[in-house]
């Protein structure tokens, strides 16, 4: 089985300063993991994933997240903040091999101020 | 390419209707799903399938039944809804990588 915790229901960061949203996994497999955004009233895009390449995923829109297996966590970073990252942050962990069994954090809303 | 679209955007229904909610995808993904979400608890699966004329039990699959007759379409069916089916569902398609529609908001009164 595996699961998901986002340690943050909310993030609150001014313009241009550094995002931080945290993610801590659980899962008896290698995992797959992903960070999807959604913004308000829209479906979920994939920022990026990994999938046991390189632990340093560089995503869309300027993010990244660093797989670190020992801290069984997949934080997202961006370094810059801008008006527009202000959205839902979902942390998704899935199967090696099988995305039938996707499981979602509870999200991390980003509130971007200016 | 349009993606995955959902049909229809919004529903209100009565305790006890029926209603059947459309998901079409023009990629040509076999695998396709149907998850609820709800506020504080992410994204839930329902159901999901693997191929035409496939489908499998999600997570949360009681009260929901689904159909898959055609490669680019999922169902997904409330036979007698509840109020605690109220919640904005969600289409995906793709096996890796998953795409998702824009959702559609039912409110069961």
């Known amino acids: 089985a595996q699961s998901v915790t986002q340690l943050d229901s909310h993030v609150s960061v001014s313009e241009g300063t550094p995002v931080l949203l945290r993610c801590n996994y659980s899962s008896s497999y290698s995992p797959s993991l992903f960070w999807y955004v959604q913004h308000p009233n829209k479906g979920l895009q994939l920022l990026l994933k990994y999938t046991s390449a390189a632990t340093l995923v560089k995503g869309i829109n300027g993010f990244e997240a660093e797989f670190k297996k020992s801290e069984t966590s997949f934080h997202l970073t961006k370094p810059s903040a801008h008006m527009s990252d202000a959205a839902e942050y979902f942390c998704v962990v899935s199967g090696a091999y099988n995305n039938n069994d996707m499981r979602f954090g509870a999200g991390t809303r980003l509130t971007v101020k200016p | ?109």
């Not at chain 2, 149907?34 to 999600?58: C, F, N």
């Not at chain 2, 055609?70 to 409330?78: E, I, M, S, V």
């Not at chain 2, 289409?91 to 069961?108: D, H, I, K, M, W």
């Open chain 2, 1 to 109: 390419n349009a993606g995955v679209t959902q049909t229809p955007k919004f529903r209100v229904l009565k305790t006890g209707q029926s209603m059947t909610l459309l998901c079409a995808q023009d990629m040509n993904h076999e695998y396709m799903y149907w998850y609820r979400q709800d506020p504080g608890m992410g994204l839930r699966l329902i159901h999901y399938s693997v191929g035409e004329g496939t489908t499998a039990k999600g997570e949360v699959p009681d009260g929901y039944n689904v159909s898959r007759l055609k490669k680019q379409n999922f169902l997904l069916g409330l036979e007698s809804a509840a109020p605690s089916q109220t919640s904005v569902y969600f289409c995906a398609s793709g096996r890796s990588e998953q795409y998702f529609g824009p959702g559609t908001r039912l409110t069961v009164t």
